[in-house]
């Protein structure tokens, strides 16, 4: 008999933007991501979330924070949305002396796929920083 395919199921945690929320927000995904069987991600998860969710406490002034997760098939879409349209995400080079800046290229590093996503089309109102996980037995 065919293997049936579990339901995707989708989450979606509000925080304020504040210097607390880098911890709750990876902590709150790690958590997520353990009770749906994905433990194996939580680690990864927990450190882009970090990374993300400070990005967006640093660099905007929007007042809440967002995060949307998708978990189907031993996949976990994670997608971090602000209400600033006018800060383009872009990796740099961090210096070895610098405690920041790595954010984005631990992303593209860590991440199956990742992006940005602009929200409400050519006259954008806010942006998804989003990276795919996958359960490495997936692949």
């Known amino acids: 008999m065919p293997e049936v395919a579990e339901p995707a199921y989708a989450y979606r945690l509000s925080a304020p933007n504040s210097p607390r929320s880098p911890k709750a927000c990876r902590d709150a995904i790690a958590a997520l991501l353990q009770a749906n069987g994905l433990d194996v991600l939580a680690d990864t998860a927990r450190l882009l979330v970090s990374e993300a969710v400070t990005n967006v406490h640093q660099h905007t002034a929007t007042p809440v924070i967002h995060i949307d997760t998708l978990v189907r098939d031993r996949i976990a879409t994670i997608a971090v949305r602000d209400s600033s349209p006018d800060d ?30 602009w929200e409400s089309g050519t006259q954008p109102t806010g942006k998804h920083i989003w990276f795919e996980l996958r359960d490495p037995l997936t692949e």
């Open 88 to 117: 383009l995400p872009r990796p740099r080079r961090a210096e070895a002396d610098e405690e920041g800046g790595r954010g984005l290229f631990l992303m593209k590093q860590l991440a199956h796929a990742c992006g940005v996503t």
